[in-house]
C-alpha cells in the first residue's frame, strides 16, 4: 500500500511502481473526472495539479509521488463547480463533447493563479491541450473573462441561461 | 491580428429579452454523482433503484414525461456527442409542448425499448448533421400531441372545451372560470387519453425557445468532472480488457503467448477475438494494456503486407483517366467544349486517408449470458450498435440491449460500423456473467480507423476569351464509403455520397455553378484500408476541389475571384447570399492588413448554405498564420444560434487540423501514424479568430455540424495563393513548404 495526498485527503492504493498516476486516479480512488488520451503527454486530457503545477499525469508514475504532494483534481478544484474557471465555463457553454474539458479546466486555473492576467502568448503557451470538436476560442474567451474579474457580458455571447440570466 | 476583444465578433442575433426563471432541477445524468458515478439512463437494470429517472410515472406519450413536480423529461433518440442536437431537440419538443424550460431534463430511451416498440423514437442514427433536421417535425408534432392531452385532461377535470384552454410554462388555464392547473397535476390523466390523430405545429414567427441563444443543457457536469462517458463506467464486478488487432488491415492473429504474462498481477485471463484480435482481461485497465504490450504475439498479416500509400496513389491515379467512370451531374458536353475552347487549365488535387482521432477512444462493455446481452457504450446510432452486438453475441436483437453513453466525440466514427462494440461482446462471452469493460490503446485507435477516404480528382475547364467557363469537367477517382459498409446501395459503380456537393439542385446539396458544358464524374477505386464517414467527409475535399479549382480559373482570367464566382453562381441566389456575406464582413471591397491575404470559398452540403473568408499571412520563412476566418450558414431554420457558432468555430478547428496536418500513411499495409506525436491535432495557438455569421433563411432545415468544415480548408489554400503565389494542391499542408 502507498499513500497519496489527493483533493486535500489521505488515500491509500496498490499498483505497480510504473503505474501512472492518471490510472491510480481512475482506477483506484474512483476519480474519473480526468481523462485518459494519448498516454504520452500530448493531448492533456488528463491533466491535474501537483502543488499548483499544472501536470500530465498518463506519465507521471504514481510511485514517484509522496504523500505529502498535494494533488487536486478536477473534482477537488472546488467544492461544488464553483472556481472561477468552472463558473466562466459554465456560462460560456464552453465545453462541446466535454471529454478534453477536465484538462483545459485545470490548465486554465494553474495558468491564471500563476499570471492573473495572461496574454494571449501566455494562453497559448499554457493551454496546449488538444480539443477535438474545437472549443479553442471559447476557452481563450473564458480564460480572458476570468482575467477581467468574471464578467461573462464581456464575451458577448449572450447565452440565456435556465435561472433567466443572460450571461 | 490582435485578440485584444474578449470575442471577435457581436453575437449575429439578439439575446432575448425574457426568459424562463427558474433553475433546472437536473441535467441529463447529472444524478450520476448521487448514484456513485453510475449513469442514470432509462431502465439500467444494473443499477438498481432509481435507474429509472422515469419509470415510476407514465409518459405523456413517447417523447414527454411530466412528473408530479411539473418536472419535464424530454426524450432524445438521437445521440449528444458535443454538437448540442441534445439541447435543440429539446427545445423543438419544449416549443411545442408549452412547457416550463426551467424545468426540462432529458434522457436517451434505449434502442431495445425502441425496438420493441415499433420504432417509436424514429431513426437513432446520428450524423450526416441529420440529428436535428431529420426529426424535427415529428419531434415537434410529439410535443404538440402531448400538450394537446394535457390540457384536454384539465378540460376534462374541469367539464369545459379544450378549446377554451390554454397552455404556457407547463400551466394550463381556463379564463372564464378563473381555473388554473400544471402539467404535473394532469400528466397522469393525460397519460390514459387517446393522443389526437393530428395535431398543427406553430408557425415559426411565434416561437419562443426555438432560434433562441439559450444555454446548452449539459454544460455544467463537464465542468466539474461529474460527467460519465463510455470510459468512465463502473459496474460491480467489472473486469476491464485491452486489445490489439492485426495491425495489418485484412490480416490474422497467427499466435499469442498467453503464459508468459498469465501470472502477472491482476490478469484474469487472454482471449482471442475473432480471427484477428487478441485481448488481456484483466481487473485494472492499466494491469490489462501493460500485459499485453509485454506479450508475444504472431500475425498472419495476409495479402495486403505489401501495400504502401505509393502503391495506393497509382491505383488511383489510374481512376484518373479510365474511360469507365459513373456520372454524378452533367449538362452539355463539358469534353467537347472544353476541347473547342481557346483556353484551357487542368489540374490534379489529392487528399489523404485521416483517423477521426475522437479525443475518448473507442469503448464499450459488455455482459454476455446465454440467454441476454447488454452493451453500454458511446455511439452515434444506438440501433446500429444493437445490432453489433446481437450478431457478435449470437442473440436475437430482442435478447440484447445497448445502454447510450456520452461521447467523447463522434465525428462519424461512432456511427456506421461498430467494430468496438462486436470485439467488447466476443470478449464478454468468454467471461460469461462479468460485465468487461474493452478500452482501445490512442495507438490501437490511430491504427484501426474507418479512415476518411482517400481520392484524386482532376479538373479541367474550357474558357472563352472573356473568361466565360464554357466547359467543366471533374474527374474524381478513390474510396467509396458505402462499397464496405453498404455495398447494396452501389447500383453501377455509382457511391452517391461520393458526389456530396456536386450534385445537381435538390434539398441536400447542390452544385451552385452554371455552366453551359458540366461533367462531374467517378471512377471508384478501393482498397483494403477502410473507408468510414467523417466530419464532413466527401463534401470536405469535393469543396477543395472545385473551390481551389475555380480560384485557378479566376487567376487564369485575370478577374478578382469574387466577382468570377458570382457570374456563375447567378443562378443560385442562396448559394450567393452566404458568399457575398462573408464578402461584405469581411471586407473584400477593402485591402487586408498588410501582409495578409484573402481567400474565399463557398459550398452548398447537409441541407445548409455556407462560405467563408480566410485571412492568412505567410512569413518569409514559410510559417503560415491563419488570422480569421469569416463565416456564414444559411441552415433555413437556426434552433439555438449560440450553439450553431459552437459549431462552426469547432468545425474550423476540424477542417483547418486536417488541413495543416491530417494525414495517415500506409507502410507494408498498416497505418503508420500511432499517437498524436506523429498525427498532430490543431491546438489553441493556431485557432484563428471566427467570426460567424447565422443567416437562416426560414422554409428548409439544415445541418450545422459539418457543412462549414468544407470550405475552411479551401478558403485558407485559396488565401495562401494569393499570398505566396503557390497552389498546393495536394493536403495536408505540412508536407509542403511555404518558403519564398
Known sequence: MATLNVNGKSREYEAEQDTPLLWVLREQLGLTGTKYGCGVAQCG??????????????????????????????EG????????????????????????????????????????????????????????????????AAIKVVAHGGDTKLAHLAITHTDGSVK | MSRDAILPSAPS???????????????????????????????????????????????????VVVKP??????????????????????????EELECNWAKVTTEYPTPGQSLARNRVWGNFSTGGSRGIRDSQDYVRKGGAIARTMLVQAAADEWKVPAGECTAAKSVITHKASGRSTTYGKVALAASRLTPPATVTLKDPKDWKLVGKRLARLDTVNKTTGAQIYGMDLKLPGMLNAAIKDCPVFGGKLKSFDASSIEKRPGVKKVVQVGDSGVAVIADTWWRAKSALDAMTIEWDNGPNAQVSSASIAEIIKAGLDAPEAAVGNQNGDARAAIAAAPRKLEAVYSYPYQNHATMEVMNATAKWTPGRCEVWTPTQNGEAALAAAAEAADLPPSKCEV???????????????????????LIARQMPGTPVKLIWSREEDMTHGRYHPITQCKLSAGMDADGNVTGFHMRLSGQSILASIS???????????????????????????????????????????????????NLNHNTIYFECFIDELAHEAKQDPLAFRRKFLANSPKHLAVLNAVAERAGWDKPAPKGVFRGLAQTMGFGSYVAACAEVSVSKDGELTVHRIVAAT???????????????????????????????????????????????????????????????????????????????????????????????????????????
Open chain 2, 69 to 94: 413536480d411539473d418536472t419535464v423529461v424530454i426524450r432524445i433518440a438521437r445521440s449528444e456527442m458535443g454538437q448540442g442536437t441534445l439541447t435543440g431537440l429539446a427545445q423543438l419538443v419544449a
Open chain 2, 403 to 425: 445502454y447510450k453513453l456520452h461521447l467523447g466525440g463522434g465525428f462519424g466514427r461512432r456511427g456506421a460500423v461498430h467494430d468496438w462494440v462486436r470485439q467488447a461482446v
Open chain 2, 487 to 537: 455495398p447494396q446501395s452501389i447500383k453501377d459503380g455509382k457511391d452517391p455520397v461520393v458526389f456530396q456537393g456536386l450534385n445537381p439542385p435538390g434539398p441536400e446539396a447542390s452544385f451552385g455553378y452554371s455552366f453551359p458544358n458540366l461533367l462531374i464524374d467517378y471512377a471508384m477505386r478501393n482498397h483494403h484500408v477502410p473507408a468510414g464517414f467523417w466530419r464532413g467527409v
Open chain 2, 634 to 740: 444559411d441552415s433555413g431554420y437556426a434552433v439555438n444560434p449560440q450553439q450553431i457558432e459552437a459549431q462552426v468555430e469547432g468545425s474550423f478547428a476540424y477542417g483547418l487540423s486536417a488541413a495543416l496536418y491530417g494525414e495517415c500513411t500506409i507502410k507494408d499495409g498498416r497505418v503508420e501514424q500511432q499517437n498524436f506525436d506523429t498525427y498532430p491535432a490543431m491546438k489553441m495557438e493556431k485557432m484563428p479568430t471566427v467570426e460567424t455569421i447565422v443567416m437562416p433563411s426560414g422554409g428548409f432545415w439544415g445541418g450545422v455540424g459539418e457543412p462549414t468544415i468544407a470550405v475552411a480548408a479551401p478558403a485558407v489554400l485559396n488565401a495562401i495563393f494569393a499570398a505566396t503565389g503557390k497552389r498546393i494542391r495536394e493536403l495536408p499542408l505540412k508536407n509542403h513548404s511555404l518558403k519564398a
Open chain 2, 13 to 63: 442575433q439578439p439575446a432575448p429579452s425574457s426568459a424562463p426563471n427558474k433553475s433546472r432541477r437536473r441535467f441529463l445524468g447529472g444524478s450520476a454523482a448521487a448514484l456513485g458515478g453510475l449513469v442514470v439512463g432509462f431502465h439500467i437494470p444494473l443499477i438498481g433503484e432509481a435507474a429509472a429517472e422515469t419509470a415510476d410515472v407514465p409518459e405523456v406519450n413517447a417523447w
Open chain 1, 45 to 74: 486530457a488528463c491533466t491535474v495539479h501537483i502543488d499548483g503545477v499544472a501536470t500530465r499525469s498518463c506519465v507521471m508514475p504514481a510511485s514517484a509521488l509522496t504523500a505529502k504532494q498535494k494533488i487536486v483534481t478536477i
Open chain 1, 77 to 140: 478544484l472546488s467544492p461544488n463547480g464553483s472556481h472561477p474557471v468552472q463558473k466562466a465555463w459554465a456560462a460560456m457553454d464552453v465545453p462541446q463533447c466535454g471529454f478534453c474539458q477536465s484538462g483545459m479546466i485545470m490548465a486554465a486555473a494553474a495558468l491564471l493563479k500563476d499570471k492573473p492576467k495572461p496574454s494571449d502568448a501566455d494562453i497559448n503557451d499554457a493551454m496546449t491541450n488538444i480539443c477535438r470538436c474545437g472549443t479553442y476560442n471559447r476557452v481563450r
